[in-house]
């Protein structure tokens, strides 16, 4: 198979484009789409201060390496959940591209806030480790953008990620969650920064074949505790679905975020939030999850983060 | 390898999703209809993370 744009050997085949491509053509084709979705949804401008949340994987490096290759260069942000080997591993890994991009790298310490790792904290509060951990980094990540001046936080969300998300989503019903995905959710007060997925229309595949196409060295092993997530069991019966149609997941989010944009206009739920009475910040109850953690584990109520490296900018 | 396969017969004999998987063959990724060779180091890269 022949590359379509310089006609030599192919690296890679992508039949929901319809075109197979090299190495250096698929890298160029990549980020081309990655820029032009971060245009056309304006996800990043050219005021903001962006923090790339990284986890050591291959969707939050490779995001992290093409913001700075498209010129939106950002500081990361990474969390250590106290596994062990994994957590030791993907550090390394978010370390080794914060020296490639000479760029700083805030990190966060559970062990060190609560003296327990992920699964003994999911253990100790009766909740599931993989839904701990979404709470935990949201509020983290937040914390940490608008306590050091970052007014965008990117995430390396990928086109599989958000269909599986929506899938289970609509076959659970699940109303309160179905039309609050999208491309880019807007700041709120000082208190909410501005979250964006710039590879909200890229397949897993691809970014995985841009990590390894360019370099990247990432955490090939999954989590621990993602053995047997639900997410796994909807991205399984898409792919499925994508072999034998491709394109099916492009079609199914891009017609997701034009009836978002048609029937749901986002002014849902605004206006004045109520605030988490020892924080300040947007809270369901008159104390957040996030405080209510800190609180049964004795912590401080201020945040610690460790910095490793300092951006040359 | 006792004889010729391709990078599809790979993934079908393994019952891979093409979707959720990348094969290298001696450091390079290649495509489903690479033929691979008898001395060739051959990688399978799962794509798909969950949680």
Redesign the interface.
């Known amino acids: 198979m022949k590359c379509r744009v310089c006609g030599r050997q192919a690296n890679i085949r992508l039949p929901q484009y319809n075109r197979a491509l090299c190495a250096d053509d698929f890298i160029a084709f990549f980020e081309k789409r990655v820029a032009t979705t971060i245009r056309k949804y304006r996800l990043i401008g050219e005021q903001d201060k962006t923090l790339v949340a990284v986890s050591g994987g291959k969707d939050s490096l490779s995001l992290w390496n093409l913001l700075a290759r498209l010129g939106f260069p950002a500081d990361g942000i990474y969390i250590d959940l106290g596994i062990q080997e994994y957590s030791r591993v993907s550090f390394e890994k978010t370390k080794a591209m914060a020296d490639r991009l000479q760029r700083t790298l805030y990190s966060f310490s559970l062990s060190s806030a609560f003296t327990k790792g992920i699964k003994e904290l999911s253990r100790i509060m009766k909740r599931p480790p993989c839904s701990l951990c979404g709470m935990i980094k949201r509020y983290v990540m937040n914390r940490a953008c608008t306590e050091h001046g970052y007014t965008v936080l990117a995430t390396g969300h990928n086109l599989d990620d958000e269909a599986s998300a929506l899938l289970g989503n609509l076959l659970h019903w699940k109303e309160e969650y179905l039309w609050k995905k999208g491309v880019a959710l807007d700041a709120e007060g000082t208190y909410l920064a501005k979250k964006v997925k710039p590879l909200f229309l890229c397949s897993e595949k691809e970014a995985a074949a841009y990590a390894v196409m360019s370099g990247i060295d990432y955490v090939y092993e999954e989590c621990p505790y993602s053995a047997g997530a639900k997410t796994l069991l909807y991205k399984g019966l898409l792919n499925r679905a994508e072999e034998a149609s491709p394109a099916t997941k492009l079609m199914f989010m891009k017609g997701y975020l034009r009836r978002t944009r048609q029937t749901h206009s986002g002014t849902e739920g605004k206006g004045p939030k109520p605030v988490c009475r020892l924080c300040g910040y947007p809270s369901y109850g008159e104390q957040c999850n996030f405080c209510r953690l800190m609180e049964r584990f004795g912590a401080s109520g201020t945040l610690s983060f460790h910095v490793y490296a300092q951006s040359l900018s | 390898m006792e004889k010729r396969l391709t990078v599809e017969g790979l993934l079908d004999m393994f019952r891979l ?6 094969v ?1 063959a001696n450091g ?7 033929t691979l060779e008898r001395d060739d180091r051959v990688r399978i ?7």
């Open positions: 999703s093409r979707e959720a998987h990348l290298m390079a990724l290649v495509t489903e209809d690479h890269i799962r794509v798909i993370s969950g949680g």
